[in-house]
């Protein structure tokens, strides 16, 4: 196990108060739906110009697709806080993660729904402001980023923390491509068990 899936293994049997949990989720949502994509759009943007680069979709595709992608996204994004905050007993952040293994809401159609959310946004954004470099460069640079964080650090610390029950619901469920859970049941996937008795969330 590498050294931050160790230290998330770690975080997770602290006790936090709600306050500085709720801290610990502000500042995550100030630097993922913020700071990040402002940074990644005035970068590529800054390139554009200077390559000489230029995006020419139609004015109403641009602000549909762009749009679409922005409200599915922030759709995904809320309601996977929504449901880690309430039920999983700690945050999205690695500081203070889930201390219950959530396999149903957003977990029900993707192991990471939060993930999925923001790169919706981040390529929504993208195609909007018309940045190639943005679009085509930076946006998908940080999308292998948070699988190769997913993979290595996310996905080992949960088979840790959750060991057989996580590997059933990792053997059942997307990690990033959602999929209705009534048409993976009709493809013959079973339910992913929990920690305890399934409930709305969890």
């Not at 390559?51 to 996977?80: H, M």
Request: proline share 9%; with cysteine; charged share 15%.
């Amino acid at each position: 196990m590498n050294w931050l899936a160790r230290l998330i293994v770690t975080s997770a049997e602290k006790e936090y108060s709600r306050a500085t949990k709720g801290l610990f989720t502000a500042w995550g949502l100030v630097v993922w739906e913020l700071v990040v994509p402002a940074t990644l759009i005035l970068a590529g943007i800054g390139a554009d110009r200077l390559l000489g680069l230029r995006l020419d979709p139609a004015p109403d595709a641009r602000w549909v697709v762009g749009g679409a992608a922005f409200i599915l996204g922030q759709v995904f994004i809320l309601w996977t806080l929504a449901d880690q905050v309430r039920l999983s007993g700690g945050t999205p952040a690695f500081k203070a993660p889930p201390k219950r293994l959530l396999v149903s809401g957003p977990f029900a159609w993707c192991r990471n729904p939060m993930v999925f959310g923001y790169l919706l946004y981040y390529y929504g954004l993208a195609f909007a402001v018309t940045s190639p470099v943005a679009l085509l460069g930076l946006f998908p640079a940080l999308h292998l980023l948070a699988l190769s964080v997913i993979v290595h650090v996310e996905e080992v610390e949960l088979e840790q923390r959750f060991g057989p029950a996580y590997l059933a619901y990792k053997s059942t469920v997307n990690r990033l491509l959602p999929l209705p859970p009534s048409r993976r049941s009709r493809l013959g996937a079973s339910r992913p068990p929990g920690e305890d008795a399934p409930q709305p969330g969890v």
